[in-house]
């Protein structure tokens, strides 16, 4: 028995899961979580998404009008599909900081984060409304709003989780990173799972191969990335 211990304390993974709460693709990923093999140590990173965006010069989907419809019909099918509620709130985008920095003071935890992703997107409830936001601070025993988000420590987590995550490639949430290897988006969710299970699911010639295409055409950029003016 004590063999087996120690063999698996050898083969402990580390994962960061990168998120934001103004993704509802976040919050499908959340409710999954528990399917995650058990060698996995996970830390959740709360993330400003729109940082992201601003890192590599991107639009959301939320900004490009069809993307935005399409991004909701399909994240309520899925939810639905899961078995999940799933009632987006009455407006979106929105300012996700308060509620960022809310998961932070409040350690990031499982249950916290769990609370605020079902408030918004479970419950849909609004994130920029200040009463709303003062209930949700309560539930999680909060009662300094305000000061509690307001706390330098605060700002800077989430400021080092943002630019961690760059650092890492991640360029869009949710996203995990294990290994050194990126799995954006819900929708990789049963490839990370194979893969983890399996290494080899993406250690293939061909897979290694289209990895690292090189590209035939580029597209130019503009001088100033959107989102950084």
Known sequence: ANSELDRRVQI?????????????YAYLQFHQLSRLPEDVE???RPTLFAGLLNYW???????IPEKKRHTFQLCRWRA??????????PRHPFNPLPTLRLAIATGAT???VGTIFDFLWAEGKDAQDADSLKILAERLGVHDLNAAISEEAVKIALRT???????AGVYGVPSFVID?????GDDMMEMMLEWLEDPNTLGDPESLRI?????????????????NK
Do not use: H
């Open 42 to 44: 996970l830390r959740l």
């Open 180 to 184: 050194g290897l990126t799995f954006w």
């Open 57 to 63: 010069g991107q639009l959301g989907p939320a900004e």
């Open 12 to 24: 402990v993974r580390k994962a960061d899961w990168y998120f934001d709460f103004i993704s509802p």
């Open 80 to 89: 639905d599909r899961l078995n999940m509620p799933f009632k987006a709130p």
């Open 110 to 112: 499982r249950e916290s």
């Open 161 to 167: 989780n943002t630019e961690e995550a760059c650092a």
């Open 211 to 227: 990895a690292n295409l090189p590209a035939a055409a580029v597209r130019p950029r503009p001088s100033s990335p959107i989102g």
